[in-house]
T-cell receptor
């Protein structure tokens, strides 16, 4: 069974600090990795995706992927109170036959950024 | 919300009654999904569709059925609602060949089964 593990938190960081969120996965066939942000009472929204080993940066967000260690992380620099949310990690193999794309989601990590 | 709506947004029903949730999308996405989200369990896939009339089961499909007669609509039916099906239900959609393989989520339906 494919598993995606995240620490449920909450992870509490002061405003302006770097928040580091981690995710491990069991399926070595995973090729696509995603980070979704979910505010309380709202639906998930994609904030980062990464396919290749290494780092990918987008504004204050950096996704880091290490396929050998089956580990993906999300760094949030200069954390703001508005970053307080639950962050969901999702992994998927490359599209299977017929194009069906079935990601496996982790349970999410709650992030609290306090002023 | 990328043109995805869900109805109803909130529903309270009684055990044993059938319930149908509707997902409607306006972006002509090929793939559609139904998830449930519960504390401590994250998002769990119930059913998904890879085209009109083409559907398949996810990891928690027992007690649920789906139908997709048009590209834009994906219906989830609880055949006989039970209290364990109290949850928040999210619909998602994804277009074929989307470079980011991004799923767009609807706003969710909060279902309470008494």
């Amino acid at each position: 069974q494919k598993e995606v593990e995240q620490n449920s938190g909450p992870l509490s960081v002061p405003e302006g600090a770097i928040a580091s969120l981690n995710c491990t996965y069991s399926d070595r066939g995973s090729q696509s990795f995603f980070w979704y942000r979910q505010y309380s009472g709202k639906s998930p929204e994609l904030i980062m995706f990464i396919y290749s080993n290494g780092d990918k940066e987008d504004g204050r967000f950096t996704a880091q992927l290490n396929k050998a260690s089956q580990y993906v992380s999300l760094l949030i620099r200069d954390s703001q109170p508005s970053d307080s949310a639950t962050y969901l990690c999702a992994v998927s193999p490359v599209s299977a036959s017929g194009g069906s794309y079935i990601p496996t989601f982790g349970r999410g990590t709650s992030l609290i950024v306090h002023p | 919300d990328a043109g995805i709506t869900q109805s109803p947004r909130h529903k309270v029903t009684e055990t044993g009654t059938p319930v149908t949730l509707r997902c409607h999308q306006t972006e002509n996405h090929r793939y559609m999904y139904w998830y449930r989200q519960d504390p401590g369990h994250g998002l769990r896939l119930i059913h998904y569709s890879y085209g009109v009339k083409d559907t398949d089961k996810g990891e928690v499909s027992d007690g649920y059925s789906v139908s997709r007669s048009k590209t834009e609509d994906f219906l989830l039916t609880l055949e006989s609602a039970t209290s364990s099906q109290t949850s928040v239900y999210f619909c998602a959609a994804r277009g074929a060949g989307t470079p980011r393989n991004e799923q767009f989520f609807g706003p969710g339906t909060r279902l309470t089964v008494l």
